[in-house]
């Protein structure tokens, strides 16, 4: 078929499609502008208008007209992204590289963990990821690489024959399988081997936000570099995740064995080979702490700023035993804390003052706890890094508590709020500031590219995470017929206000016009319903009052119902039933949480979500004593009000889930926001634009009549047939189209 090639401000671009959505084309131009400005970008795109394809068109034809760039880094949050992102940039390289005169010899890679990409008879069976690692460990640690009963053959093949394999083309996790099973080569440290020489990597944001795993794989990417970071809206949680600690009962107690267990090891291995933690403690006191080829392969240790990094390790941990004695010091002081049975918050700082007066322990011994710990791991030889992943954490804390002072928070808490006679003790050492890891990207890189459907009001992720977009907007959508039908409904049937504030939360008159609205739903609206409730208390609440009143076995007659639950087996089998509950023409309706698994990943395109309801406004749990820090973090250090950071997440999470149910422009639903506090301007004004867009008098402040009848005849309008003719030079161009088009 036809494809298209067409200029932004000169440059030839390649799309490998016949037709292209007005709003991709402004896209493309916006991008384009931002990456010759040379800084981050903030672009939010109405979901469903092939953002991704129109992302990886631009920028491979950027990269053909400045050869200079380095590689386009494409970062996804699921590896279900990742392996979509390769399908669409197989269709873009092979039109661009159908255009040209010469080979293009692009190398593009997928990169994931071992547990997707190991091919290992017996390791790839381990169930979990940290399994997988260890078990990969075992066969492929310094000290066994030689052993050939015991070496993993994939690994030294990968040594042997994969470094000298000059591979181009595009590799899914699929392909990169397919190769290591062929030539016998691990397709793990083949990707990794091949990230450097990449021109194209696709992979999860942990590489290259996560300090710790950055460090390890992506450090040698060059700096004028493209990063892309795909449906970026919760960005600032990824950034503060990557950064915090989480100490519970079973890591302190797996903890204390682990050192019971290591001190038995120094112990057994003095006796065997005493030259062994002789020689280790002449590595460390030269200060030669990682040299190329003697590290594990991928023991990660905390990034510590690279002046501490030259230093010696301090003299009181470098033997071995000292280390083992000041450890177990410094874990007693930290369950001397957790078992205080009272709530403690508290600053690095404050809790270094106290450590220092209770115990010998310096801040510059914790920095070294991490790298020191992995250093006689290696000494002593140990392949099963899982089983020592509490004491691993316990240093990470160590050494993160010591180096960082601004933006963080340790919060124990000796139970949880929910169940409070439960001893459950937890201390978090908890990141405050997306910037301090998003500085580390944005200072390296100056091309970030940060996109989402839904990432509005536009100034607040820049702000929250500590830089300047030199370009941000916000589009809207161009169609030929209005296909989203957004309405807000303030009261229900029997004009009862509706709300899940917390004074309503138990109000039975509000549940019960809940329940109503849904069961005329459940009559107007074909196929399937997809009902986002605050959160799992508030559903079980909801159901249960539903069920008595009856509700439930009404709209059972009309349409099937399946429930998300916080397991993720069960929710995925409810959503196979439910998608065959809707093509059976049974129909359907899926209740699920406004933060859960299904509001964040799951599309329900076409006849699986013809409408989407929310029940209230999904704050976030705001009794969390991690958040409040948080907030109070923000307001000192940024200038944010509590509500506005709470209304704006809010807000992402409920646009989120409405955008579920659009999936393309040929796609329709309808977007129902039940709660009459989404009429304040505060909260409509943080709508994504391509949503606020349909949102007007007619469609706010609704009664759950007026909104059925709406309803009803928007779904009539919309079971006409489209025609290309129709869309054409309005919602879907061609390459003449383009020709005069100026993008303002």
């Given amino acids: 078929g036809k494809r298209m090639k067409f200029l932004i401000d000169g440059m030839p671009v390649y799309f490998p499609f016949a037709y292209i959505y007005p709003e991709q084309h402004e896209y493309m131009v916006h991008l384009k502008r931002g990456l010759d400005a040379g800084g981050p970008i903030c672009l939010e795109m109405p979901t469903g208008t092939g953002k991704t394809v129109s992302l990886l068109s631009l920028i491979t034809s950027y990269q053909l007209a400045n050869p200079g760039n380095g590689k386009l880094v494409y970062c996804c949050r699921t590896i279900g992204e990742v392996a979509k992102t390769i399908e669409e940039l197989r269709l873009?390289?092979?039109?661009?590289?159908?255009?040209?005169?010469?080979?293009s010899n692009t190398l593009a890679i997928s990169l994931s963990s071992r547990k997707s990409l190991c091919i290992h008879e017996e390791v790839s069976q381990a169930t979990s990821r940290t399994g997988v690692d260890a078990a990969c460990h075992a066969i492929?640690?310094?000290?066994?690489?030689?052993?050939?009963?015991?070496?993993?053959?994939?690994?030294?093949?990968?040594?042997?024959?994969?470094?000298?394999?000059?591979?181009?083309?595009?590799?899914?996790?699929?392909?990169?399988?397919?190769?290591?099973?062929?030539?016998?080569?691990?397709?793990?440290?083949m990707a990794r081997y091949c990230l450097d020489a990449a021109n194209i990597v696709v992979f999860s944001y942990q590489y290259i936000i996560h300090p710790k795993i950055a460090s390890v794989t992506t450090k040698e990417f060059s700096k004028n570099s493209i990063i892309v970071f795909d449906e970026a809206h919760n960005i600032d949680n990824v950034c503060i995740e990557s950064l915090s600690v989480f100490l519970d009962q079973y890591t302190i107690y797996s903890a204390s064995q682990n050192i019971l267990s290591l001190q038995k090891k120094i112990k057994d291995s003095k006796q065997a080979d005493a030259s062994r933690l002789q020689n280790e403690y002449e590595k460390l006191l030269s200060g030669v702490l990682r040299e190329k080829g003697s590290q594990i392969a991928d023991v990660l240790v905390p990034i510590l700023p690279s002046d501490i990094i030259n230093e010696a390790v301090p003299e009181n941990i470098r033997k071995a035993e000292h280390f083992m004695i000041k450890l177990r010091t410094f874990l007693d002081y930290i369950i001397g804390k957790m078992r205080l049975q009272r709530f403690i918050t508290s600053t690095p700082l404050t809790f270094m003052d106290g450590l220092?007066?209770?115990t010998d322990i310096t801040p510059k011994d914790l920095q070294f706890f991490a790298t020191r710990l992995y250093s006689l791991m290696n000494t002593l030889q140990i392949t099963d890094l899982k089983k020592y992943q509490s004491i691993t954490s316990v240093c990470d804390f160590a050494s993160y508590v010591s180096t960082y002072t601004e933006?963080?928070?340790?919060?124990?808490e000796p139970y949880d709020d929910r169940t409070p006679d439960i001893e459950d003790p937890i201390l978090q050492f908890a990141c405050l500031d997306a910037a301090i890891a998003m500085k580390l990207v944005t200072e390296k890189y100056k091309r970030v590219v940060i996109t989402s459907g839904t990432l509005s009001p536009l100034d607040m992720i820049p702000k929250i995470c500590g830089f300047e977009a030199v370009i941000s907007r916000s589009l809207t959508t161009t169609l030929s017929r209005q296909?989203?039908?957004?309405?807000?409904?303030?009261?229900?049937?029997?004009?009862?206000?509706?709300?899940?504030?917390?004074?309503?939360?138990?109000?039975?008159?509000?549940?019960r016009n809940?329940?109503?609205?849904?069961?005329?739903?459940?009559?107007?609206?074909?196929?399937?319903?997809?009902?986002?409730?605050?959160?799992?208390?508030?559903?079980?609440t909801t159901v249960s009052v539903w069920n008595e009143m009856g509700l439930i076995n009404q709209i059972s007659k009309h349409k099937l119902l399946f429930v998300e639950t916080s397991n993720t087996l069960e929710t995925s089998v409810a959503l196979d039933n439910f998608k065959l509950a809707c093509d059976t023409g049974r129909g359907a309706i899926f209740l699920s949480i406004g933060r859960g698994k299904v509001s964040e990943g799951i599309d329900f395109a076409n006849h699986y979500g013809r409408c989407v309801v929310l029940f209230g406004i999904p704050y976030v749990y705001t009794e969390s004593r991690v958040l409040k820090q948080r907030l109070a973090y923000l307001q000192e250090r940024y200038n944010i009000r509590d509500n506005d950071f709470l209304t704006f997440d809010a807000m992402r999470t409920a646009a989120q889930c409405v955008g579920r149910v659009i999936r393309g422009?040929?796609?329709?639903?309808?977007?129902?926001?039940?709660?009459?506090?989404?009429?304040?301007?505060?909260?409509?004004?943080?709508?994504?634009?391509?949503?606020k867009q349909f949102i007007g008098g007619a469609n706010s402040n609704l009664s759950s009549e007026a909104a059925l009848s709406m309803s009803s005849m928007f779904l009539r309008e919309m079971a006409q047939p489209v025609t290309r003719e129709s869309q054409l030079g309005l919602s879907l161009f061609t390459e003449n189209d383009l020709e005069n088009r100026v993008v303002a």
């Avoid at 873009?92 to 080979?103: E, I, K, T």
């Fill in 92 to 103: 873009v390289l092979r039109y661009r590289d159908s255009q040209l005169d010469f080979p």
């Fill in 140 to 189: 492929t640690a310094p000290w066994v690489r030689d052993d050939p009963n015991i070496a993993c053959g994939y690994y030294t093949g990968f040594q042997d024959r994969g470094k000298d394999m000059s591979l181009s083309g595009i590799y899914s996790m699929e392909d990169l399988m397919e190769l290591g099973r062929k030539y016998e080569v691990c397709p793990y440290y």
């Fill in 356 to 358: 220092l007066n209770f």
């Fill in 407 to 412: 933006g963080f928070s340790i919060v124990i």
């Fill in 483 to 511: 296909n989203l039908l957004p309405m807000i409904i303030s009261s229900g049937s029997d004009q009862t206000l509706l709300s899940t504030k917390y004074q309503d939360r138990d109000n039975q008159d509000i549940l």
């Fill in 514 to 540: 809940y329940g109503m609205l849904l069961l005329d739903l459940a009559k107007t609206v074909p196929d399937g319903i997809v009902a986002f409730f605050t959160s799992y208390a508030y559903m079980e």
């Fill in 665 to 691: 422009k040929s796609d329709y639903g309808i977007m129902i926001f039940a709660d009459r506090r989404y009429n304040r301007i505060d909260k409509r004004e943080k709508l994504p634009q391509w949503i």
